[in-house]
């Protein structure tokens, strides 16, 4: 027997796997976009201070502070389980026959298909779309060079993955607290069928407003072992001025810190972000909720292309630690902020127009018959 659920790899997301393996499933229905739209805009940047940095981190703003389960509550359901003793296949092709979409924890030291294979301990999620019985594989959907892919990994290798990711965790409560966090080690997921929705304008407006606005914050925690925790985070417009700091500050001296606290990745989630936000400019213009020009359009588009240039110059310097790569890529990220000023100004102008009509058509209808 064969049978495999469908997905949508094309999130405009890529590197932020939980969201991306509920956003896969959820968005093989068209009538969920609005929902998707109305989201992922705002974005919030931060690092803790160490050695000279303990953590970073670039996460979508608003969204990391929920409850993930209340965040999808209305369109997905979830429901964390354990397969018996044994029972890890045919437990999961049953739950896959009932069309859920299974998310597990895996140790990637005993998959080929991963760049861990016998090298490395790293536990992480998976999610299983798919089986075929003849061939005894698995469809998992699975990151791997940038690009999101199913591919088949054979039973018995995925279940010795997840046993043994389940034994390095199991007397590790911190760990296990990180699992649970993720809704691992054993999740299944459904789709809902709520009723269509149009896009609320509004909770774009607002995204945008916050977007425009931005925040700077100095946070000062207490730890476990009394000890004091700083951490400097920057929202919206803000992240501009924080990636230049960090570069002035940190990053001309410790060029290695790119790759081992995954500021590269942080860069590449913001030109992301930025390419979403232009899709949804258009988006809205294709379902004529706001009027705009194609100036806008082009100036949000040169936005994308000057961060996309400040990547390529700090993956330069990440390699070279030649500092005049990181001072042009200095030079794209504040020519980037100019001008994603004035569009983020344009934008909200426009998407606040387009509220404006689509309050009133909405408080007329309250009058009718």
């Known amino acids: 027997m064969r049978k495999i659920l469908p997905l949508h790899l094309s999130t405009g997301i890529t590197n932020d796997c939980w969201h991306v393996y509920r956003l896969a499933p959820l968005m093989t229905k068209e009538h969920f976009k609005p929902w998707f739209m109305e989201r992922f805009i705002e974005l919030e940047m931060g690092f803790s201070l160490g050695a000279p940095i303990d953590q970073f981190w670039v996460q979508y703003y608003r969204l990391e502070y929920y409850d993930m389960n209340w965040f999808y509550g209305r369109m997905l359901d ?220 082009e100036q949000a588009a040169l936005v994308v292309d000057y961060l996309n240039e400040a990547y390529f110059w700090m993956s330069k310097y990440n390699f070279s630690g030649l500092k005049h790569h990181l001072d042009r890529m200095i030079e794209m990220l504040l020519r980037a902020e100019a001008l994603d000023v004035q569009v983020l100004q344009e934008a909200l102008e426009v998407v606040g127009i387009g509220l404006d009509s689509q309050f009133g058509e909405t408080a007329g209808s309250l009058y009718e018959g």
């Not at 979830?78 to 299974?102: L, W």
């Not at 892919?149 to 760990?175: C, G, H, M, Y």
């Not at 999740?187 to 929705?197: N, W």
């Open 78 to 297: 979830t429901v964390t389980v354990m397969p018996g003793k044994g029972e890890f296949c045919s437990f999961t092709k049953d739950a896959i026959d009932r069309n859920n979409y299974v998310l597990i924890a895996c140790d990637h030291f005993y998959l080929k298909q991963t760049p861990y294979y016998l090298r490395e301990h790293v536990i992480h999620e998976f999610l299983i779309c798919g089986y075929d019985s003849l061939r005894r594989v698995w469809h998992v959907l699975i990151l791997l060079n940038d690009n999101w892919s199913i591919l088949e990994i054979p039973f018995e290798q995925l279940e010795t993955s997840f046993e043994f990711a389940l034994k390095q965790v199991r007397d590790d409560r911190k760990a296990y607290r990180w699992l649970g966090r993720f809704e691992m080690p054993y999740t299944l997921i459904r789709l809902k069928s709520p009723s269509a929705q149009p896009v609320r304008l509004y909770k774009i407006y607002e995204s945008i407003e916050n977007s425009l606005v931005g925040a700077e914050r100095k946070i000062k925690e207490r730890t476990l072992a009394g000890g004091e925790l700083q951490c400097l985070e920057w929202t919206g417009i803000s992240i501009y001025k924080g990636f230049v700091e960090l570069a002035r500050t940190i990053l001309y001296e410790h060029p290695s810190l790119l790759m081992d606290k995954h500021i590269l990745l942080g860069m590449k989630k913001f030109v992301e972000n930025k390419s979403g936000f232009l899709i949804r400019l258009r988006y809205l213009q294709n379902l004529t909720l706001i009027e705009t020009n194609d100036r806008l359009l």
